[in-house]
């Protein structure tokens, strides 16, 4: 398979999770490294699992791959990094400033803006470094920066005294604040990801819907910035050998609809496509096997015994039982978290109680779909671009009301990162929830357990320092405390029998247990274990799911429902209520 002819020097991955943008880095890694090139392959996630993938422990040096002479592999800690920056900052004032003010700066910098731009801190340091990098040929990055990093990082006005002298305690320009010396890193590493002669951005997408249009929006976003050098990787497209498999040519059929749906922006790139793998690409030998004609291995049996787990339906009994409350759909994007909230609102419906789901979908096909046609259900669409613009304009008419041109500037790009979407989105939520105290409301793409600490520590600082009101809605005021009560309010992490998925998955439980928030049980959706695939593609990759089920009943869940993958698209009030009672566990 053949990932690039002439490939630059510099080459960057990015995608969303779990579309195989570890397996894709490693693999191009593997091959030059093969063809004679020295490399270096660096992963900036954190959440990286390339010391599995390459079969060899990792630090912030380069390390020897074993197996692949020229290669050379490294793992960036940006947690470690933000940690480190975080004491840096808050540590001059323990013991100055009152213990809730403190608290509050620490969760400022907690958030992902802040493990964003320290990431861009370490490899921006790392590639500073001639005398590390000079000796490779071809330097490769796991995880990409964003557009917005790149955009607020390059803004001239962000290297100004009003940053400097700014305590706003935003998320994303307090980080900032701290690194003027590095401007001028920061800069040239800017300017080096724009030049399309030493480096390349390779867009790894699978064939979805979903994540071809993600990858579509970071195309344009980059591209807007100068990094116009890209490349599309399709990774995953499956192809059915038997066409017996039901299973098999109904997945077939929905990656080649994708594929004919593809953006015009992204169609125009130079594209690599990549079949689905039938195993984990875990070590060496799978990853140089990657998209090649590698024989499969076909097992019967799953690799290893597959846990207990229940059907969704399972948990409806149990979600029932206080015949009202807050249920709460959390996971990483992709996974399926409207569909899993539609499912459970109609079953709770299909009960008698009165139900509120509230969805994000931007397409609102689910919303259009069940729109009058299941008894107790109402639907609510809350439009995060309406919200996000309402929530802007209510801070800059009041924290920006006697900036000067300068900081209003400043002001206006701190409110183009995605925490002031998650935000505003939370209080869209916290409405919703006040509206449904006599029944149920289900609420899809739930805020993040940062976000509610972020919230909840800007009150308490507040409540310290002022002993005013906080100016927040009643709502968010209240909703928090809920949301708390597990005899209120109940979690459903939702993921995919990946090892990407799950392992994001358990951050976020990671992430809300810190806001005193425990999960009442995990959702894997889209599984081949319930079923009996003949494909031996499908068969194989059904007994790989095992290990991830394992996983999550061991370490992670203290419930678990497994959501078989169906043939057609779960839309409408058959095919959801179909999803609560059909998986079962294998005989």
């Given at each position: 398979m053949?990932f690039f002819?002439?490939p630059t020097r510099?080459?960057?991955?990015?995608g969303?999770?779990?579309?195989?943008?570890?397996?894709v880095?490693?693999a191009?890694?593997?091959?030059?490294?093969?063809?004679?090139?020295?490399?270096?392959l660096?992963?900036?996630?954190?959440?990286s699992n390339?010391d599995e993938?390459?079969?060899?422990?990792?630090g912030?040096?380069?390390?020897?791959?074993?197996g692949?002479?020229?290669?050379?592999?490294?793992n960036?800690?940006?947690?470690?990094?933000?940690?480190a920056y975080?004491?840096k900052?808050?540590?001059p004032?323990r013991?100055?400033?009152?213990?809730?003010?403190?608290?509050?700066?620490?969760e400022?910098?907690?958030?992902?803006?802040?493990?964003?731009?320290?990431?861009?801190d370490?490899?921006?340091?790392?590639?500073?470094?001639?005398?590390?990098?000079?000796?490779?040929?071809?330097?490769?990055?796991?995880t990409?920066?964003?557009?917005?990093t790149?955009?607020l990082?390059?803004?001239p006005s962000?290297?100004?005294?009003f940053?400097g002298?700014?305590?706003?305690?935003?998320s994303?320009?307090?980080?900032l604040?701290g690194?003027?010396?590095q401007?001028?890193?920061y800069?040239?590493t800017?300017?080096?990801?724009?030049?399309?002669?030493?480096?390349?951005?390779?867009?790894?997408?699978r064939?979805?819907f979903?994540?071809?249009?993600e990858?579509?929006?970071?195309?344009?976003e980059?591209?807007?910035?100068?990094?116009?050098?890209q490349?599309?990787v399709?990774?995953?497209?499956?192809?059915?050998?038997?066409p017996g498999d039901?299973?098999?040519?109904?997945?077939?059929?929905r990656?080649?609809?994708?594929?004919a749906?593809?953006p015009?922006?992204?169609?125009?790139?130079p594209r690599?496509?990549?079949?689905?793998a039938?195993?984990?690409?875990?070590?060496i030998?799978?990853?140089?096997?990657m998209?090649g004609?590698?024989?499969?291995?076909?097992?019967?049996s799953p690799?290893g015994?597959?846990?207990?787990f229940?059907?969704?339906?399972?948990l409806?009994?149990d979600?029932?039982r206080?015949?009202?409350?807050?249920?709460?759909?959390?996971?990483?994007g992709?996974?399926?978290?409207?569909?899993?909230?539609?499912?459970?609102a109609?079953?709770?419906?299909?009960?008698g109680f009165?139900?509120h789901?509230?969805?994000?979908d931007?397409?609102?096909?689910?919303?259009?779909?069940l729109?009058?046609?299941v008894?107790?259900?109402?639907?609510?669409?809350?439009?995060?671009k309406?919200?996000t613009?309402?929530?802007?304009?209510?801070?800059?008419a009041?924290a920006?009301?006697?900036l000067d041109?300068?900081?209003?500037?400043?002001?206006?790009?701190d409110?183009?990162?995605?925490?002031?979407?998650?935000i505003?989105v939370?209080r869209?939520f916290?409405?919703?929830?006040?509206k449904?105290q006599?029944?149920?409301?289900?609420?899809d793409?739930?805020?993040t357990?940062?976000?509610?600490?972020?919230?909840d520590?800007?009150?308490a600082?507040?409540?310290?320092?002022?002993?005013?009101?906080?100016?927040m809605?009643?709502a968010?005021?209240?909703?928090l405390?809920?949301?708390?009560?597990?005899?209120?309010?109940?979690?459903?992490?939702v993921?995919l029998?990946?090892a990407?998925p799950?392992?994001e998955?358990?951050?976020l439980?990671?992430d809300?247990?810190?806001?005193?928030?425990h999960?009442?049980?995990?959702?894997v959706n889209?599984?081949?274990?319930?079923?009996?695939?003949t494909d031996?593609?499908?068969?194989?990759?059904?007994?790989?799911e095992?290990?991830f089920l394992?996983?999550?009943?061991?370490?992670?869940?203290r419930?678990?429902a497994?959501?078989?993958?169906?043939v057609?698209?779960?839309?409408?009030?058959?095919l959801?209520r179909?999803l609560?009672?059909?998986a079962?566990?294998p005989?």
């Amino acid at each position: 398979m053949e990932f690039f002819s002439r490939p630059t020097r510099n080459l960057f991955f990015t995608g969303k999770g779990g579309v195989g943008k570890t397996s894709v880095a490693c693999a191009t890694a593997v091959k030059l490294a093969d063809a004679g090139k020295r490399v270096l392959l660096i992963s900036t996630d954190p959440a990286s699992n390339l010391d599995e993938v390459l079969g060899v422990r990792l630090g912030n040096s380069p390390r020897p791959v074993p197996g692949v002479a020229n290669l050379e592999a490294l793992n960036i800690d940006p947690e470690a990094a933000a940690k480190a920056y975080r004491d840096k900052m808050v540590g001059p004032y323990r013991g100055v400033l009152p213990d809730a003010a403190i608290a509050s700066m620490e969760e400022q910098f907690s958030g992902s803006c802040t493990l964003e731009i320290a990431a861009f801190d370490e490899f921006a340091r790392l590639l500073g470094r001639t005398a590390t990098l000079g000796a490779f040929d071809h330097v490769l990055f796991d995880t990409a920066p964003t557009g917005h990093t790149l955009r607020l990082l390059s803004l001239p006005s962000a290297w100004e005294e009003f940053l400097g002298s700014n305590t706003t305690g935003t998320s994303c320009l307090g980080p900032l604040a701290g690194l003027q010396a590095q401007q001028k890193l920061y800069a040239e590493t800017v300017r080096a990801l724009a030049d399309g002669a030493t480096t390349t951005l390779v867009l790894v997408a699978r064939p979805e819907f979903s994540a071809l249009r993600e990858a579509d929006r970071t195309r344009g976003e980059l591209a807007e910035l100068g990094v116009r050098n890209q490349r599309l990787v399709i990774n995953g497209v499956f192809e059915a050998t038997d066409p017996g498999d039901p299973i098999a040519m109904a997945m077939a059929r929905r990656a080649s609809q994708a594929l004919a749906q593809i953006p015009a922006g992204l169609a125009a790139l130079p594209r690599t496509v990549i079949p689905l793998a039938p195993h984990g690409l875990v070590g060496i030998e799978a990853i140089r096997a990657m998209g090649g004609d590698a024989p499969i291995r076909r097992e019967a049996s799953p690799e290893g015994d597959v846990p207990p787990f229940e059907s969704l339906g399972g948990l409806i009994g149990d979600l029932a039982r206080h015949r009202r409350g807050v249920i709460l759909t959390m996971g990483k994007g992709g996974v399926g978290k409207t569909t899993v909230a539609t499912a459970v609102a109609i079953a709770l419906a299909d009960l008698g109680f009165p139900v509120h789901l509230s969805t994000t979908d931007p397409a609102a096909h689910v919303a259009a779909t069940l729109n009058g046609s299941v008894p107790h259900l109402t639907i609510g669409r809350i439009d995060p671009k309406a919200e996000t613009e309402a929530y802007s304009a209510e801070v800059l008419a009041t924290a920006g009301k006697d900036l000067d041109a300068q900081g209003r500037s400043m002001l206006e790009e701190d409110l183009r990162s995605p925490c002031t979407e998650e935000i505003a989105v939370f209080r869209a939520f916290a409405a919703s929830v006040a509206k449904g105290q006599d029944g149920f409301v289900v609420l899809d793409t739930a805020p993040t357990g940062h976000t509610l600490l972020l919230l909840d520590s800007a009150l308490a600082y507040h409540r310290e320092v002022t002993r005013q009101s906080s100016g927040m809605p009643e709502a968010v005021e209240n909703l928090l405390p809920r949301l708390r009560d597990a005899a209120h309010t109940r979690v459903l992490i939702v993921t995919l029998p990946e090892a990407t998925p799950v392992h994001e998955a358990a951050k976020l439980q990671e992430d809300l247990g810190r806001a005193g928030i425990h999960p009442f049980a995990w959702v894997v959706n889209q599984s081949l274990t319930p079923l009996a695939p003949t494909d031996p593609v499908l068969v194989a990759r059904r007994a790989h799911e095992a290990r991830f089920l394992r996983e999550i009943a061991e370490r992670h869940a203290r419930r678990l429902a497994v959501i078989p993958w169906t043939v057609d698209p779960p839309v409408g009030p058959k095919l959801l209520r179909e999803l609560v009672s059909g998986a079962q566990p294998p005989s």
